[in-house]
């Protein structure tokens, strides 16, 4: 039930290692080609990185079959070791974007919210909010001030659209 | 194709975090305009705005009794939304699980001197 709520806009998740440990595992390279991708098996390869304000990357996942997927982000906001914020796209080898290959709905836009907050030494919690859009500064600081009003954004309503949804 | 666009728009209208108040509301039970601007607080032009935007990609529908129009929700319409946040939580759900992994193995064999 849960995994199909309709506007599910947050992962969060508990690690056991400390805040700037895993605030590296998503801002450095050394890090990000051991593990962003979804399955084992898959191989993750940076091209080209540059984790900062403003800054962009490019990525291959290889999946297990041998299917390359290329992605390109775009880094909103980097600060160390709290908050990251990104636009992520489906592109070529390039870095052009591209529309998602077997899902042509698939808008072409993720917008990714990422707080990293610390339990304790070696316990980080990290919470991962996303959007299907392309934000303006303005929309940003709308998102971020409706967020801390109402939770994720998203409330009792969209748990009845949902009941409805399931029942269709 | 024209569903391909209108798909798309969906995106972008429900960006908009005050579209999505309404979509909560109007989720809930089927408002007129007056109503709606009493539960949000907002102007009513504001309301309007958001509404008409809805209605062209089809998310919020209209009917009018005498001299009231009822504004409902056309829940099928939300359904390219559902379906993409569901693939991106999977996704994003194993690609966190890899993480998890690879955290504690570095650690391990980092600081073995805990064990």
């Not at chain 1, 849960?2 to 690690?15: A, L, M, V, Y």
């Not at chain 2, 209605?55 to 129009?69: A, L, Q």
């Not at chain 2, 099928?76 to 999977?90: D, G, V």
């Amino acid at each position: 039930m849960s995994t199909d709520k309709i506007i599910p806009s947050e992962i969060i998740r508990e690690f056991n290692a400390p805040r700037q440990l895993v605030f590296d595992a998503w801002t450095q390279v050394k890090h990000l080609n051991n593990w962003m991708f979804p399955m084992a098996g898959c191989k993750c390869e940076f091209v080209s990185a540059n984790i900062i304000d403003g800054g962009t990357s490019l990525h291959k996942v290889t999946m297990p079959n041998g299917h390359e997927m290329w992605l390109y982000t775009k880094y909103e906001k980097v600060v160390a070791p709290e908050k990251l914020v990104f636009l992520q796209y489906f592109s070529n080898k390039n870095g052009d974007i591209v529309p998602m290959p077997h899902i042509p709905n698939w808008p072409r836009d993720m917008f990714a919210t990422l707080l990293f907050e610390e339990l304790s030494d070696d316990k980080t919690k990290l919470t991962f909010l996303w959007e299907p859009r392309n934000p303006t500064p303005e929309e940003l600081q709308a998102f971020e001030s409706t967020r801390s009003e109402h939770g994720n954004g998203w409330g009792a309503g969209m748990e009845q659209l949902n009941s409805y949804l399931e029942s269709l | 194709m024209p569903r391909l666009k209108t798909t798309h728009d969906i995106f972008s209208a429900i960006g908009e975090p005050k579209r999505r108040v309404l979509i909560e509301q109007l989720a809930l039970k089927e408002m007129t305009v007056n109503e709606l601007v009493d539960i949000v607080k907002w102007s009513q032009p504001t309301v309007s705005k958001h509404l008409s935007v809805l209605k062209k990609v089809r998310i919020v529908s209209e009917r009018k009794e005498g001299r009231y129009r009822f504004y409902r929700i056309q829940p099928e319409e939300l359904r390219p939304i559902q379906e993409w946040m569901h693939q991106l939580e999977k996704y994003w759900g194993s690609t966190m699980d890899q993480l998890d992994n690879y955290l504690n193995l570095i650690q391990v064999k980092g600081t073995d001197s805990e064990h």
